[in-house]
């Protein structure tokens, strides 16, 4: 099982690493470093896209755009100009809250969450990006209560995976096409392993593939909650991962904790090819997503 480095960035906490199966680019954020960087088919040098606010997440649009969960709301990036485009205002009179991990759902709308910038944790919502009739967007809550909302995928259109890392909790729920979550129907225990689970990503047969910050891994967890597989990291704040490649059988892993005085490798971006196969990502629909 051989880890490989791909870019030693060392970013402050390194996040959010998506694979575009269509253009065949790899994508990933820093967050405290407010940057989008992307890798093209041929490797060499990532694109770096500056930015004026933290991102928490992204998902691939079209023409070269990609939509982002940011501090106070989403907005389209533009990665040709670096320009940004509002889509939604989330939280916007609340500045000591930000976006985090997110995805598209089955429908091709982004699902993402807020929670605070310090301590203590103050428990918030998980929304949902959707639009009106009218054409305009609005980020709906699907669930109260969120400490540190963090990874999630489905297994079926019907289902969600999501991750509470506040409560260090692995979680799924019946996912309707409209309105709220309901209480969760199977919650996995991890109380034997290190770390705390963030990120996550399905593989092909369904397994949950999780970064642990503070446990120096990416673990494989069947649905029922077995431990499958281990990768190791030599950095312990692991972030998230994603299956990419041609193949989608390269899985891309972020870490945090990069800077002065750090760890050797900590905050980079590492892959390990061959472990299995993954799902493509799902893309932002857009106003094709309307409710």
Known sequence: MPLELVDDCRLA?????????????????GIEDRQVRVLGPGGGAPLV????????????????????????G???????????????????DQPGRRMNDGKCDPY?????????????????PLYRLEYRPDGTAEAVVLREGMLIPNGLD????????????????????????????????????????????????????????????????????????????TVELPTGKVSSCAFGGPDLNDLYITTAGGGPGADPGAGSLYRVPGLTTGRPARYWAGPAGSV
């Open 154 to 229: 489905w297994p079926e259109p019907d289902r969600l995976w999501h991750i509470d890392s506040g409560s260090r909790s692995i979680r799924l729920f019946d996912y309707p096409e409209h309105g709220p979550l309901a209480d969760p129907v199977r919650t996995l225990d991890i109380s034997e392993l290190s770390g705390d689970p963030d990120g996550m990503t399905l593989d092909a047969e369904g397994n949950l593939w999780v970064a642990f910050w503070g446990g120096s891994a990416v673990r494989c967890l069947s649905p029922e909650g077995k431990l499958l597989e």
């Open 49 to 72: 896209l500056p930015l004026d606010t933290r991102p928490g997440t992204l998902a691939p649009y079209r023409d070269g755009r990609v939509l982002l969960a940011v501090e106070q």
């Open 74 to 92: 989403f907005v389209l990036l533009d990665t040709a100009t670096g320009a940004l485009e509002t889509v939604a205002p989330v939280e916007a």
């Open 108 to 124: 091709g709308r982004m699902v993402a969450g807020t929670m605070t910038l310090d301590e203590p944790r103050v428990g918030g």
């Open 13 to 29: 906490l390194g996040e959010g690493v998506v694979w575009d199966h269509k253009a065949q680019l790899l994508y990933w954020i």
